[in-house]
């Protein structure tokens, strides 16, 4: 069984995929099927477009799309995702990333899931950006019948009610967690603003998903969520579960040996492509190498569709040189403990 994790844009009934991360929590009871597969995505490959309505300034837009080698314009860069639509009713109807994204908003549930079924993927978290998506966001989660699973998104700046509006996403809407960019607030993970949402968090026994890599934003620290941060965090928060998202790099390494001390701890590595991970010099070693042994059951696999697409990310992440057993935790057999999720009774 398969799960993938996404993220919602801006207000309005759509479902726009930045994001996706899967964990795992200790006081979850274990998958009852340890096939089951869970994916977080990243960041929307038509980056301009989308990002200009996130939180990035124009010349990030065009450093992040030059980075990644693609952008609107490039007339190749939908071939890679016409094998995720295949056997959908898109097959064939869209030809750019910007259609396809249309399509999907347009459609909604049904459509986002038809899309989901046809790569084999269970289930996927879709993630608000700011509180006036908890509704929507609940909305989808409702059309879906479990298998779209929704994370509030919260920002310190909203104090004195972030904890109330955390309450009301999570006590009634029915969202199964939190998300936060230390980076987008331009405050480090462990700047006591956070604190309250990190408390609430526990409190009410939810993950909290932050983003922990770099980023791209020209007008805050690049180590907003350095591993040290994190580790902090975790050290105030034992209870907390938390999933560093994007994999830590460039900090791999000293990521893995804060998920090593601490239990509650989960990292995705969601959005990078995973053939890179075996590139020598690519700073990913450390993941294959504590992801395949001591850390199996914190490693969450996610594309960030549509930063990558879904049938890609699922074949390079099956080529890696990892144990069966740790190929089933990191494509879902974690992600369904963390999010308490059974196999549907077709699988």
């Known amino acids: ?58 010349d ?17 860069f939908f071939t890679p995702f016409q094998p995720d639509l295949e056997g959908t009713r898109l097959d064939g109807e869209v030809t750019t990333l910007p259609a396809l994204l249309a399509a999907i908003g347009e459609g909604g549930a049904p459509l986002m899931l038809e899309m989901l ?32 699973v929704g994370l509030a998104g919260v920002s310190p700046k909203s104090r004195p009610v972030a904890e109330k509006q955390i309450e009301h996403a999570i006590g009634e809407l029915g969202l199964k967690g939190v998300s936060i960019a230390p980076y987008a607030n331009g405050l480090y993970a462990d700047d006591p603003a956070f ?11 939810v993950p909290i998903n932050i983003h922990g890599s770099t980023h791209l934003l020209r007008n805050a620290p690049n ?24 994999g830590g790099w460039p900090w ?9 001390r601490h239990p509650n701890f989960y990292i995705s590595p969601a959005g990078m492509r995973p053939r890179n991970f075996v590139k020598p010099g690519s700073g990913w070693d450390a993941l294959l190498q504590f992801g395949d042994t001591l850390l199996r ?12 697409p879904i049938r890609r990310s699922l074949d390079e992440i099956k080529a890696l040189p990892l144990r069966e057993a740790s190929l089933d935790a990191w494509l879902g057999g974690n992600a369904a403990r963390l999010f308490n999720l059974n196999p549907s009774p077709e699988s």
């Open 297 to 308: 059951n914190r490693i969450l696999w996610g594309s960030n569709w549509p930063m990558l």
């Open 60 to 76: 990030d837009h065009d450093t992040y799309a030059d980075l990644y080698g693609y952008g609107s314009e490039n007339p190749d």
């Open 1 to 58: 069984m398969r799960i993938r994790y996404i993220f919602c844009g801006r207000p309005g009934d759509r479902i726009r995929e930045n994001r996706c991360r899967e964990r795992t929590l200790n006081k979850y009871p274990p998958a009852t099927d340890p096939s089951m597969k869970v994916e977080y995505p990243v960041t929307v490959p038509d980056i301009i477009p989308l990002m200009r309505d996130y939180i990035s300034p124009p």
């Open 195 to 205: 604190y309250p949402i990190y408390s609430k968090c526990s409190e009410l026994g």
């Open 117 to 148: 079924n046809a790569c084999g993927v269970d289930a996927a978290v879709v993630h608000a950006y700011d509180t006036l998506e908890h509704e929507i966001v609940a909305k989808v989660q409702r059309q879906s019948h479990g298998q779209l």
């Open 223 to 246: 180590d907003c969520s350095h591993p040290s941060r994190l580790d902090r965090v975790a050290i105030d928060f034992p209870d907390l579960a938390i999933i560093a998202h994007h």
């Open 252 to 260: 791999v390494l000293e990521l893995m040996s804060v998920a090593l």
